[in-house]
């Protein structure tokens, strides 16, 4: 499985059109940008992911032989377009905001300059991967703002809709400042920090809970965080407290235990303590299970002693809200500003930049949308990516993205960091609107 390949992972539209642009001798230069057109309820700021696979995947653009084979098979398409296409690579210029951005609606976070026919081809699979990781590391970010000093690992690979998305939510809940993932595939492609406790089989499988302790312990010397909840959770406690010397003896410290049912903050607090009474503070809780910000901010505000947390349903699926009022649209051509005027979705035309305001204290004040051409004094958050079809620069590090990410978290007005519904001002420059007011009269 590889997540940049696929040019026929697009819709049948995209190729329709391409023969359409071709009959009609259409060549010229096509802008278009992906954007938010409006925010979902419950969520007051959207972070950029996906930019680094959406690089891959225009990077790899092309037909194979036996793609084109099967699209002549179709009887669709010409063999002047497909001998075209046999051609075909991605040969434009891309603009984006760098992953770990926060941006709001009518910003564009990716913008692409190339011949139509490549600009057109790539919207599908663009739009799928900068939606999916984007939709990810914005609900990831609510659980870091909700708990940032807490270890928070990535458990939702088994629950996630298809290899491919619970590959990426990995990575974008990493992005946005997860500790790490259970998914062993991030940590070998994405060099993600891997985290993994037991199963519940695992202790099923023993005829003595504590027999089952020493076993694993004994086979994971150096990560030993035992999984408690399977019978009796504070029963449990009490047995890593006994079996807690005759490992020491062995060399073996116990790390941690992990409560994955039931009222997670009771069993926490009766938890603690009766390791503490063993002597064993320095043995971490984790805690698993239906997890997501709101319950992490429940269970922080009821002071339960937790010292990180495996999530993953509802973070991996983004539970709550699983879907971004998200496109793809052309911006200019031939050199001419477009717009789309459709009810509840018109677009502002022409080549864009965002340039972004903050205040005395290094918080974010407000933005302004306006036209490439038109500079603004505020902090600029497009760049170039991609030029002639090739990066322009090496892909950042994690620390670099992670940093980012973590710093416009940081940078968050307080009401948006409460992660309620609070709006940001966002500013249609008069160039901007000028330039729609223009592009109106004449069409």
């Given at each position: 499985m590889n997540p940049a390949s696929g040019v026929l992972l697009t819709d049948l539209y995209q190729l329709t059109m391409l023969q359409g642009y071709h009959d009609a001798g259409m060549d010229d230069t096509a802008v278009f940008e992906f954007f938010v057109r409006r925010l979902r309820p419950g969520r007051g700021f959207l972070m950029a992911a996906g930019l680094e696979q959406a690089l891959e995947f225009l990077e790899q653009l092309c037909f194979t032989s036996a793609e084109l084979e099967w699209l002549a098979s179709t009887r669709r398409f010409s063999p002047a377009l497909l001998a075209a296409l046999e051609k075909l690579r991605f040969t434009g210029d891309v603009h984006a905001m760098p992953e770990g951005t926060v941006f709001f609606p009518d910003e564009p976070i990716l913008r692409v300059t190339a011949p139509i026919a490549?600009?057109?081809?790539?919207?599908?699979?663009?739009?799928?991967?900068?939606?999916?990781?984007?939709?990810?590391?914005?609900?990831a970010a609510r659980t870091v703002l909700t708990a940032p000093e807490k270890l928070l690992v990535d458990f939702g690979l088994r629950r996630?809709?298809?290899?491919?998305?619970?590959?990426?939510?990995?990575?974008?809940?990493?992005?946005?400042?997860?500790?790490?993932?259970?998914?062993?595939?991030?940590g070998q492609r994405f060099g993600i920090p891997l985290y993994g406790t037991m199963a519940h089989s695992f202790i099923q499988a023993h005829d003595d809970e504590s027999l089952a302790f020493e076993h694993f312990a004994h086979a994971?010397?150096?990560?030993?965080?035992?999984?408690?909840?399977t019978w009796d959770t504070e029963a449990a406690a009490?047995?890593?407290?006994?079996?807690?010397?005759?490992?020491?003896?062995?060399?073996?410290?116990?790390?941690?235990?992990?409560?994955?049912?039931?009222?997670l903050a009771g069993h926490a607090r009766q938890v603690r303590a009766i390791l503490d009474r063993g002597g064993l503070h320095d043995t971490v809780i984790f805690a698993s299970g239906d997890l997501d910000e709101t319950v992490l901010r429940d269970l922080l505000a009821a002071g339960a002693p937790?010292?990180?947390?495996?999530?993953?349903?509802?973070?991996?699926?983004?539970?709550?809200q699983p879907w971004l009022d998200c496109a793809y649209k052309l911006q200019e051509y031939a050199g001419r500003a477009r717009r789309k005027r459709s009810e509840g979705k018109a677009t502002w035309p022409g080549r864009k930049q965002v340039y972004r305001y903050f205040d005395a204290q290094g918080r974010m004040l407000r933005d302004v949308v306006t036209l490439e051409s038109d500079p603004q004094s505020g902090e600029p958050l497009l760049a170039p990516v991609m030029r002639g079809?090739?990066?322009?620069?090496?892909?950042?590090?994690?620390?670099?993205?992670?940093?980012?990410?973590?710093?416009?978290?940081?940078?968050?007005?307080?009401?948006?960091?409460?992660?309620?519904?609070?709006?940001?001002?966002?500013?249609?420059?008069?160039?901007?609107?000028?330039?729609?007011?223009q592009v109106d009269q004449h069409s």
């Open positions: 490549e600009a057109q081809l790539v919207e599908t699979r663009l739009i799928n991967l900068l939606h999916f990781q984007t939709l990810i590391a914005s609900k996630a809709h298809g290899a491919e998305a619970g590959l990426l939510a990995a990575r974008a809940s990493y992005l946005a400042g997860f500790s790490g993932t259970s998914t062993v595939l991030a994971q010397p150096d990560n030993v965080v035992l999984l408690i909840d009490r047995k890593v407290v006994a079996l807690a010397p005759r490992l020491a003896a062995a060399g073996i410290h116990i790390q941690g235990v992990r409560i994955d049912s039931g009222d937790i010292d990180g947390f495996g999530v993953g349903t509802k973070v991996d699926t983004s539970g709550d079809g090739k990066r322009l620069a090496i892909s950042p590090s994690w620390d670099e993205i992670r940093r980012h990410a973590s710093d416009n978290l940081t940078r968050l007005p307080e009401p948006l960091r409460r992660l309620g519904e609070a709006s940001y001002p966002v500013e249609i420059s008069p160039a901007l609107l000028a330039l729609a007011a």
